[in-house]
Nanobody
Framework: QVQLVESGGGLVQAGGSLRLSCAAS????????MGWFRQAPGKEREFVAV????????YYADSVKGRFTISRDNAKNTVYLQMNTVKLEDTAVYYC????????????????WGQGTQVTVSS
């Protein structure tokens, strides 16, 4: 089992940058693929990005490809989401999630979730 805590959210102007972090507890962090999802008010939870166990493979939603970068540091039990050139539509609560399998964009295949961190993009 793994427990996840996100941080780094906040208010950012459109076109700016923000880096989210997700710290994991437990000694098995490297056994999990790690994903980022987001949920805006009134909308369904949306896949953002996922990274494989060792960090060698990544996959992004089309809406963030080329702007966001997911990375992980297994020595620090932490996964990151670097958000560049943010847009108003990136406003959402961002969640990190862990899955024993890599590659899924379906939130139900991630059994472990953090509590979320709010990202608000202003004009």
């Amino acid at each position: 089992q793994v427990q996840l805590v996100e941080s780094g959210g906040g208010l950012v102007q459109a076109g700016g940058s923000l880096r989210l972090s997700c710290a994991a507890s437990g000694r098995t962090f490297s056994s999990y693929a790690m994903g980022w999802f987001r949920q805006a008010p009134g909308k369904e939870r949306e896949f953002v990005a996922v990274i494989s166990w060792g960090g060698g493979s990544t996959y992004y939603a089309d809406s963030v490809k080329g702007r966001f970068t997911i990375s992980r540091d297994n020595a620090k039990n932490t996964v990151y989401l670097q958000m560049n050139t943010v847009k108003l539509e990136d406003t959402a609560v961002y969640y990190c999630a862990a899955s024993p399998q890599y590659g899924s964009s379906w939130f139900k295949e991630y059994p472990y979730w953090g509590q979320g961190t709010q990202v608000t993009v202003s004009s």
